[in-house]
């Protein structure tokens, strides 16, 4: 069963701009925080940008006024517009949530790469 489906993802200059979707599936109840993770090749997985129910934001500071962390609970839908990329931004990025009950999902990631 999908739970998360993630897209937009791709292959974009430096400089340039792409904006990743992930919809979670509605079998998914009491979500409390939606993110966005990212893991490049030989690294651990890290903390991209979160959000909270209540609409709080989290970025991390390598991304901090480059990119945007958004969501639509009635689509249960998060959304990470990501501009002026650099190539150390080439990586998977994965949708994340957790819920009330301390349940957390991962998306299968969508590979992003920033060419110089």
């Known amino acids: 069963q999908v739970q998360m489906v993630e897209s937009g993802g791709g292959l974009v200059q430096a400089g340039g701009s792409l904006r990743l979707s992930c919809v979670i599936s509605r079998s998914i109840f009491g979500i409390n925080a939606m993110g966005w993770y990212r893991q490049a090749p030989g690294k651990q997985r890290e903390l991209v940008a979160t959000i909270r129910s209540g609409g709080s934001t989290n970025y991390a500071d390598s991304v901090k006024g480059r990119f945007t962390i958004s969501r639509d609970n009635a689509k249960n839908t998060v959304w990470l517009q990501m501009n002026s990329l650099k190539p150390e931004d080439t990586a998977v990025y994965y949708c994340?949530?957790?819920?009330?009950?301390?349940?957390?999902?991962w998306g299968q990631g969508t590979q992003v790469t920033v060419s110089s």
């Open positions: 994340n949530v957790n819920t009330l009950i301390g349940l957390s999902v």
